[in-house]
């Protein structure tokens, strides 16, 4: 007896798989007070014994980034006024980013209780995640507009660009 005798065949696709992936975001994303309403409560349980609560992360980003534009404007000579508005929405950009993902590998682990408990699409665990994250990113914008207050910054049509990027960014999280 071969090799090629003793295996099987692989079996078709079954688009019905993806099919059953999209009927749940699509669902998920129908249960937005659902999934608003426990992003919006896990800011207010992680924070709630904090004075500031969730703007404790939008201070502690400003001094890090008034550090950083500090320290790297005289490491790399730059202008710290020129300098600084692009370090703070870099930075700023980044850790929304890298919170998306790093919270996005484990969203059904740390759901996964709730997943047990009650029957609802799975996709509102990740809604639920990508909103936590946008209302930090919210937090955090305060920052940079302080920024444009102070610092005198060119905003041109092509700054509202960033917000379709944003999205796509939100869309790839999902």
């Not at 005798?5 to 688009?15: K, S």
């Not at 001094?63 to 000579?77: E, T």
Request: proline share 4%.
């Amino acid at each position: 007896m071969t090799t090629i005798d003793t295996t099987q065949p692989v079996p078709a696709r079954r688009p019905w798989l993806v099919s059953a992936a999209v009927a749940d975001l699509v669902d998920g994303l129908g249960r937005w007070e659902l999934w608003s309403t426990l992003g919006w409560h896990d800011i207010r349980q992680r924070y709630r014994r904090s004075v500031v609560g969730p703007f404790w992360l939008t201070l502690s980003m400003g001094m890090m980034i008034s550090g950083l534009a500090y320290l790297y404007g005289g490491v790399f000579g730059q202008d710290v006024s020129t300098y600084f508005p692009y370090l703070a929405l870099g930075m700023i950009i980044f850790t929304f980013i890298s919170s998306l993902i790093t919270e996005g590998s484990g969203t059904f682990v740390v759901a996964g209780p709730a997943i047990v408990k009650m029957k609802a699409p799975l996709s509102i665990y990740i809604y639920q995640m990508i909103t936590r994250n946008i209302i930090i990113l919210a937090h955090n914008a305060l920052i940079f507009v302080a920024i444009l207050f102070f610092v005198k910054v060119d905003l041109g049509w092509n700054s509202f660009l960033s917000v379709l990027g944003l999205l796509l960014v939100v869309a790839v999280g999902v």
